[in-house]
């Protein structure tokens, strides 16, 4: 029986950010490099796969990872930058790191598909907003910031996170690569 890739294989067609881009293309094309380069990470991979916790003792897995990024999504540039009211995706407060805890081979497509899905959301959320400078709409915390704050503590987050993607990744099957 064949394995069911829950992202297929593809061709690496990322494009490295321009290096002589202005400030506010300079942090939509990393931001969005790195959008690309977490599917390019799990390209291939079946939901046992995704699920494995694979470094012990720690519990991260890459759907853990997946899930934790659409929350991260979904929280500043909807309920920071839009200021718009919506409850976490997975966690709760009995349950605050449900996002990289609890995603399983079953929930696999869905956690994959739902970031997918928010990433379509929050690219329409960034480019709406022009200003890097102003307060956006929501608090962080209960303090203002700007668009900028955000952008580049969503690299930050990503740079962050695709570390530990290629260290899972490697312990799966093998593969490293940026």
């Known amino acids: 029986m064949p394995t069911h890739h829950v992202v297929p294989e593809r061709a690496d067609e990322r494009v490295d950010p321009?290096?002589?881009?202005?400030?506010?293309?300079?942090?939509?094309s990393w931001l969005e490099l790195y959008r690309e380069t977490v599917l390019h990470k799990v390209a291939g991979l079946d939901g046992e796969q995704l699920a494995r916790r694979s470094v012990p003792p720690s519990s991260l897995s890459l759907l853990g990872?997946?899930?934790?990024?659409?929350?991260?999504?979904?929280?500043?540039?909807?309920?920071?930058?839009l200021g718009d009211d919506v409850p976490d995706r997975y966690?709760?407060?009995?349950r605050p790191e449900a996002d990289f805890?609890?995603?399983?081979?079953?929930s696999a497509e869905g956690d994959v598909a739902a970031y997918?899905?928010?990433?379509?959301?929050?690219?329409?959320?960034?480019?709406?907003?022009?200003?890097?400078?102003?307060?956006?709409?929501?608090?962080?915390?209960g303090e203002q910031v700007n668009?900028?704050?955000?952008?580049v503590h969503l690299i930050e987050e990503y740079a962050r996170h695709l570390g530990h993607m290629d260290l899972l990744r490697e312990a799966i099957d093998g593969r490293t690569g940026y």
């Open 18 to 28: 321009p290096k002589l881009a202005d400030e506010r293309e300079s942090l939509d």
């Open 65 to 81: 990872v997946i899930r934790h990024l659409t929350e991260v999504e979904e929280y500043w540039l909807g309920v920071v930058l």
């Open 91 to 94: 966690c709760t407060p009995d």
């Open 101 to 106: 805890e609890d995603g399983t081979a079953a």
């Open 116 to 141: 997918v899905a928010q990433l379509e959301v929050s690219r329409s959320a960034q480019a709406s907003w022009s200003d890097l400078d102003g307060p956006v709409r929501g608090l962080r915390r």
């Open 147 to 151: 668009l900028r704050w955000i952008l």
